[in-house]
């Protein structure tokens, strides 16, 4: 991997922070939009892993799991284990699968980043990398996460639900609104700039002691890895239970 240098246009429109970006980008040309096309196709390579997985895991069910299922059932169980404690026993069924897609997209994309061999594939521009260290994936998952929570907050509570930002006191409707729009960046930026950060110090001390580093330090990558996406998930199933219950 490379770091190549930040790149900032001059902002003379809020539109323009999109123009922030950093290294080069690989684009495909859509109609009128530009998008990044390396970070479409590690995310197929990633969504195509996690349906590869439950269909060998489920081909041969036995009532004892071994092997695949036994690992498939394991995977299931922690996600509908941490669902059930952040959102409470009677609300976090139908949330399962929501909160599992996330966690497991997060988990497989930080994990691609580090034993998968994206260099191998040239492209014109820049190169394959995690799709977690793209903020254009990480704002997306982070306002799924938002959409998700005012669904649940209007389908269990109807539009009685707005009345939480009058709560204790019509005096912090403004604090109370800010905290809505604050938790999605919250969670967008840390995991962007976790994954991102965590490549650039790899990069940074492979290129220093190449011969030394890269080993020790690929342990450590897929460790961290992991910890992001359970931190994003938990926030993540806390921040959709709560608009289901009566406190914050």
Same mark, same amino acid.
């Given at each position: 991997m490379h770091i190549e240098q930040l790149r900032i246009y001059e902002i003379d429109d809020p539109y323009r922070v999109s123009s922030v970006e950093v290294g080069q980008h690989f684009? $495909?040309?859509?109609?009128?939009?530009? *998008?990044? +096309?390396? /970070?479409? @196709? &590690? %995310? $197929? @390579? *990633?969504?195509?892993? !996690?349906?590869? !997985?439950p269909l060998v895991g489920t081909r041969n069910l036995q009532t004892i799991p071994t092997g695949s299922q036994n690992f498939t059932e394991y995977v299931l169980e922690f996600i509908r284990d941490l669902t059930r404690t952040q959102m409470g026993e009677e609300e976090y069924r139908p949330w399962v699968p929501f909160i599992g897609t996330m966690f497991s997209f997060i988990f497989a994309s930080n994990w691609s980043g580090a034993p998968f061999p994206w260099r191998i594939v040239? !492209? =014109?521009h820049g190169e394959l990398a995690a799709p977690t260290n793209d903020i254009n994936t990480t704002v997306a998952l982070a306002s799924l996460? %938002? @959409?998700?929570? %005012?669904?649940?907050g209007l389908h269990k509570k109807g539009f009685s639900y707005f009345g939480k930002y009058i709560q204790p006191t019509p005096v912090l409707l403004p604090i109370n609104i800010s905290e809505d729009f604050t938790k999605p960046p919250s969670l967008s930026f840390r995991l962007f700039g976790?994954?991102?950060a965590d490549e650039l110090v790899v990069a940074v001390l492979v290129s220093? /002691? =190449?011969s030394i580093v890269p080993v020790p330090m690929m342990p450590?990558? !897929?460790? &961290? %890895? +992991?910890?992001?996406?359970?931190i994003f998930a938990t926030p993540a199933a806390a921040y959709i239970g709560e608009s289901t219950e009566g406190h914050h």
């Open positions: 684009y $495909w040309q859509i109609g009128d939009f530009q *998008v990044h +096309a390396q /970070v479409l @196709v &590690t %995310s $197929w @390579v *990633v969504i195509a892993l !996690l349906l590869a !997985l040239q !492209l =014109p996460t %938002s @959409v998700a929570h %005012s669904y649940a976790n994954i991102l220093l /002691v =190449p450590l990558g !897929l460790f &961290t %890895s +992991a910890i992001q996406a359970l």
